[in-house]
């Protein structure tokens, strides 16, 4: 699906069950009545059926309230609950044969950690990239030093899919990750581990709208600095 649009992409929950102590299924509810446009399950030990069982489950949410379901790694379970597409990593099959299981009509998603990673990515027929991680998070899986907020513009530079940042965003530095350029915001903690889960949501998805009206009111002014997403 060759496609720059980033629709669905502005504001994903990427599931962790491990780090929530409520029902995974309830945060994803209140999480999208926040605002959040695509959930990506990225649940790691479970075993197949444990695994479609739960995607069939979040499915079921995800298409009542009109948000998207990505699956992570696993084209046969993003097939047979019919979700909007898979996201891969360095560890994963490569993108040009997922694509030839899932078809032009679904999305892939792949994880970078740098500039020629992205623009790999994008080669091999991704149709997004999530960058991470641009600042310090719990999340210990990490190899890399954050990047930080200056390399989502570079990356935009080179590269036409869109850019979706991940890694320690949250409230009080959401507004300085969009305003450097990117596409959207992936979160985890932010969400799964607040006391409010859909206020959270909430609160980010405002600063989304923020920034998309500060970003259009710059273009129609013709001010240089403006920010084209």
């Known amino acids: 699906m060759e496609t720059n649009s980033t629709a669905g992409l502005k504001f994903i929950l990427i599931t962790n069950r491990k780090t929530c102590e409520a029902k995974l299924a309830d945060i994803i509810n209140q999480a999208i009545d926040g605002g959040v446009e695509t959930v990506q399950l990225r649940e790691k030990g ?19 309230k009109g948000a998207n379901l990505i699956i992570n790694d696993r084209a046969d379970i993003a097939l047979a609950v019919d979700a909007d597409g898979v996201h891969l990593g360095w ?27 992205a623009e ?6 991704a149709d997004y990239v999530t960058i991470s991680p641009i600042f310090d998070t719990a999340n210990k899986e990490y190899f890399v030093e954050p990047l930080g907020t200056e390399k989502i513009g570079k990356i935009k530079e080179e590269i036409d899919i869109p850019v979706i940042a991940l890694g320690g965003i949250n409230e009080n530095n959401v507004s300085s990750v969009l305003e450097s350029g990117a596409d959207g915001i992936a979160v ?42």
């Open 91 to 117: 560890q994963s099959l490569g993108i040009e044969t997922v694509r030839k299981m899932i078809g032009l009509d679904k999305l892939i998603g792949f994880s970078a950690h740098n500039l020629q990673e």
């Open 188 to 229: 985890i903690s932010a969400i799964l581990q607040s006391e409010n889960p859909r206020q959270s949501a909430t609160r980010l998805y405002k600063e989304i709208k923020k920034n998309e009206s500060k970003s259009e009111e710059n273009i129609l002014t013709g001010r240089e600095d403006a920010v084209i997403n």
């Open 46 to 64: 479970l075993s197949t059926v444990e695994l479609y069982v739960l995607a069939s489950k979040i499915r079921e949410i995800t298409r009542e």
């Open 120 to 125: 790999n990515a994008e080669n091999a027929g």
